[in-house]
């Protein structure tokens, strides 16, 4: 499995760093987890055979998480020939069909009828998607939004978590335990800290909770950038940190 971090900012438009977005590879699976604003651009930039995604996974509703999804739909439809015709999947928490409706409603019956086999579905904590190539999607409730989810992704002995946007979570924590990758929400200073995000001090808690095999953090606001993130957080996490970019990836072979 090979997983990149697309877009690794936030709502506050930077230059280097597009809105949230992620891409997990595993042979038959491309799976695109959030979709927000500078999505496209990213996935054209990189070279990614963006045509062939085959999955796309939404976190919670906020419009940096999703914002070039109409975009992407758009360009399956209208952006090469022939059409696209692969099925797709939009796979999203409870609400996610309702938003896309009203999408739909503004931009037109196009982004639920894009004329490709579209499957809308959504996902509680009870659920286990079964993907191809034997990849199981998983996700547990976080504290952001009332529908926010965390995922996971695991296949043959290896598991990568994606918390979405998240404040501190017990709960979260247990749920990523062992994992090999946990690709971590690093929002704000310590100064700015407020409930529905997290600080490097908090993403340091999770970590040694957790105690994934690598911690790549992700979902920065520009004033956390002036903090020394990797110190803060190697004061409980021994682990290997990344500070992730748009671009970096991460690969995981099976057990």
Same mark, same amino acid.
């Given at each position: 499995?090979?997983?990149?971090?697309?877009? !690794?900012?936030?709502?506050?438009?930077?230059?280097?760093?597009?809105?949230?977005?992620?891409?997990?590879?595993?042979?038959?699976?491309?799976?695109?987890?959030?979709?927000?604003?500078?999505?496209?651009?990213?996935?054209?930039?990189?070279?990614?055979?963006?045509?062939?995604?085959?999955?796309?996974?939404?976190?919670?509703f906020h419009i940096d998480h999703h914002g070039d999804l109409p975009s992407l739909v758009f360009a399956?439809?209208?952006?090469?020939?022939?059409?696209?015709?692969?099925?797709?999947?939009?796979?999203?928490?409870?609400?996610?069909?309702?938003?896309?409706?009203?999408?739909?409603?503004?931009?037109?019956?196009?982004?639920?009828?894009?004329?490709?086999?579209?499957?809308?579905?959504?996902?509680?904590?009870?659920?286990?998607?079964?993907?191809?190539?034997?990849?199981?999607? !998983?996700?547990?409730?976080?504290?952001?939004?009332?529908?926010?989810?965390?995922?996971?992704?695991?296949?043959?002995?290896?598991?990568?978590?994606?918390?979405?946007?998240?404040?501190?979570?017990?709960?979260?924590?247990?749920?990523?335990?062992?994992?090999?990758?946990?690709?971590?929400?690093?929002?704000?200073?310590?100064?700015?800290?407020?409930?529905?995000?997290?600080?490097?001090?908090?993403?340091?808690?999770?970590?040694?909770?957790?105690?994934?095999?690598?911690?790549?953090?992700?979902?920065?606001?520009?004033?956390?950038?002036?903090?020394?993130?990797?110190?803060?957080?190697?004061?409980?996490?021994?682990?290997?940190?990344?500070?992730?970019?748009?671009?970096?990836?991460?690969?995981?072979?099976?057990?």
């Amino acid at each position: 499995m090979r997983f990149t971090t697309l877009g !690794t900012g936030t709502i506050s438009l930077t230059a280097t760093r597009s809105c949230a977005a992620y891409l997990l590879d595993a042979r038959d699976l491309r799976l695109l987890i959030d979709c927000g604003s500078g999505t496209t651009r990213r996935l054209a930039e990189l070279g990614t055979a963006w045509r062939t995604i085959t999955h796309v996974a939404i976190t919670h509703f906020h419009i940096d998480h999703h914002g070039d999804l109409p975009s992407l739909v758009f360009a399956w439809k209208y952006g090469f020939l022939p059409p696209r015709s692969e099925p797709l999947t939009i796979i999203g928490p409870v609400g996610i069909a309702g938003l896309l409706a009203r999408l739909s409603a503004a931009y037109g019956d196009w982004l639920t009828a894009p004329g490709f086999p579209l499957t809308i579905r959504e996902i509680t904590p009870a659920d286990v998607v079964e993907l191809p190539n034997g990849v199981r999607l !998983t996700c547990c409730a976080v504290p952001h939004t009332v529908e926010s989810v965390a995922y996971s992704m695991e296949r043959a002995g290896r598991r990568i978590v994606y918390t979405g946007d998240t404040g501190p979570s017990d709960a979260l924590a247990a749920w990523s335990r062992g994992c090999d990758l946990l690709v971590c929400e690093c929002s704000l200073p310590s100064t700015m800290q407020i409930p529905e995000h997290l600080t490097p001090e908090q993403c340091a808690e999770l970590a040694a909770a957790a105690a994934p095999g690598h911690l790549a953090l992700t979902h920065f606001y520009p004033p956390v950038e002036d903090v020394d993130i990797r110190g803060v957080v190697r004061g409980q996490y021994a682990g290997p940190v990344t500070l992730a970019h748009d671009g970096w990836y991460f690969e995981l072979e099976d057990e």
